[in-house]
């Protein structure tokens, strides 16, 4: 799964960069939809955890960049997920790695 953002100034932290927990949002989003592509119709999920690695800053400067999310590993249970950022000339900017709890989806009017 494949989705691409461009950060703005509304996403910079005090220091005057992208604020992680925006490359986690687009990194978490990624790999999320990787695993949607997997399931059934009677299936939902929601993330576990997620861990990101920050490799190099994000800036205005860096413009658009790509989010690259796949699935390691499925089981009935758990999903293992990854996803790469990486900027315009194809360089890593961030990786993260999350596991997804998978569950049944409920049937509206049913008890949670």
């Not at 949002?25 to 690695?53: H, K, P, W």
């Not at 790509?66 to 999903?79: D, E, F, N």
């Not at 900017?93 to 049937?107: C, D, K, N």
Request: positive net charge.
């Amino acid at each position: 799964m494949t989705i691409k953002g461009r950060p703005d100034e509304r996403s910079y932290n005090l220091l005057k960069g992208v604020h992680g927990g925006w490359t986690a949002a687009v990194l978490d989003t990624a790999m999320a939809l990787s695993n949607l592509t997997l399931l059934g119709v009677e299936q939902t999920f929601t993330t576990l955890d997620i861990r990101i690695n920050y490799l190099r800053p994000i800036t205005v400067e860096t413009g658009e960049v790509t989010a690259i999310g796949g699935v390691l590993q499925s089981g009935r249970k758990i999903a293992y997920v990854e996803a790469k950022l990486v900027d315009p000339n194809g360089k890593l900017l961030a990786h993260g790695t999350g596991s997804l709890l998978i569950m049944e989806r409920q049937s509206k009017g049913s008890p949670a």
